[in-house]
């Protein structure tokens, strides 16, 4: 995977990609910024595709890569992710390390996980704010 920015992982730090995330990244100057808003496990007419956890992260996951796509952009092209998981447990954590390694394998966007009571709509479990970069 071709990166536009450069993930560190430093050796005093516990190693984060297990868990699906690194812990920095810089992107170069005169870079292009590419915020995509909270993404959740939708299809096309906005609503929920599923009840079920792990399908809305894949989805929603699925969907950044469309978002990216109207720039140009791919799913290599993403700096960082901002996750919102609601009544998050440990339980959550497998289905959501295992979608981001199945997209960014071994070199995962840095991330940061919020537990959250609720989100936009009652049947949203899950959702991704993602910035990307393109040089």
């Known amino acids: 995977m ?3 920015h450069t993930l560190v992982n430093p050796d005093a ?16 100057a ?9 993404q959740y496990g939708s299809g096309p007419d906005g ?17 950044i890569g469309v978002a990216l796509a109207a ?3 791919d799913l290599s092209h993403v700096v960082q992710l901002r996750t919102y998981v609601v009544n998050h447990d440990v339980t959550k954590l497998g289905p959501i ?9 071994s070199a995962p966007p840095t991330q940061t996980l919020i537990g959250v009571a609720a989100l ?16």
């Open 120 to 135: 936009a709509a009652p049947d949203v479990l899950f959702e991704v704010e993602a910035l990307a970069a393109r040089p």
């Open 71 to 73: 720039h140009g952009l």
């Open 13 to 28: 730090l516990h190693d984060p990609v297990p868990f699906g995330y690194s812990h920095t990244a810089a992107v170069p």
């Open 47 to 63: 609503a929920v595709v599923s009840a079920d956890f792990a399908e809305q992260v894949k989805r929603t996951f699925d969907n």
């Open 2 to 4: 071709t990166h536009t």
């Open 97 to 105: 390390a295992g979608a981001v390694h199945e997209r960014w394998g």
């Open 30 to 38: 005169g870079t292009e910024l590419v915020l995509i808003a909270g």
